[in-house]
């Protein structure tokens, strides 16, 4: 399950490697899934790309190791959690998406990241 103090992958091409979770805003939840937006500040990054390491920024979670069922009864997982770090307009910080996302992500309003992506699942 990812809460706070969890540290993700990065799904995108923006320059940031590992994220760590600090707070999930809007929900009183402690736990998130696919598709939910959290703040997450960078851990690891590399030297020339867009983000910076201990730049805060909001990221859409689109994959999870832990498995979640579907309205139609079937289950999906997933081997690695995995953010998408999104930019103050909501849309993806990087212009490339690596790997499968979850296609709740498209449900959930985040079109652009789901038409950036190579395969929905």
């Known amino acids: 399950m990812i809460q706070r103090q969890s540290y993700l992958n ?3 091409n923006s320059g940031a490697k590992k994220v760590q ?4 805003p809007y929900a009183l939840r402690q736990y998130v899934s696919v598709g939910d937006v959290v703040t997450v500040t960078v851990k690891e990054a590399t030297p020339n790309g867009a983000a910076k390491k201990g730049k805060v920024y909001r990221a859409v979670v689109v994959r999870v190791a ?5 309205s139609d ?3 999906i997982k ?4 995995a953010v998408i770090l999104l930019n103050q307009y909501g ?5 490339r998406i690596l790997g499968p996302i979850a296609r ?4 959930r309003g985040f079109t652009k990241i789901a038409s950036l992506a190579a395969e929905v699942v």
Do not use: H, Q
Request: aromatic share 8%.
């Open 91 to 95: 849309e993806s910080l990087g212009t």
């Open 21 to 24: 979770i600090i707070g999930i």
């Open 73 to 75: 009864g079937s289950y």
């Open 104 to 107: 709740e992500v498209r449900n």
């Open 78 to 81: 997933f081997d690695d959690n």
């Open 10 to 12: 990065v799904a995108d």
């Open 66 to 70: 832990k498995e979640v069922k579907r």
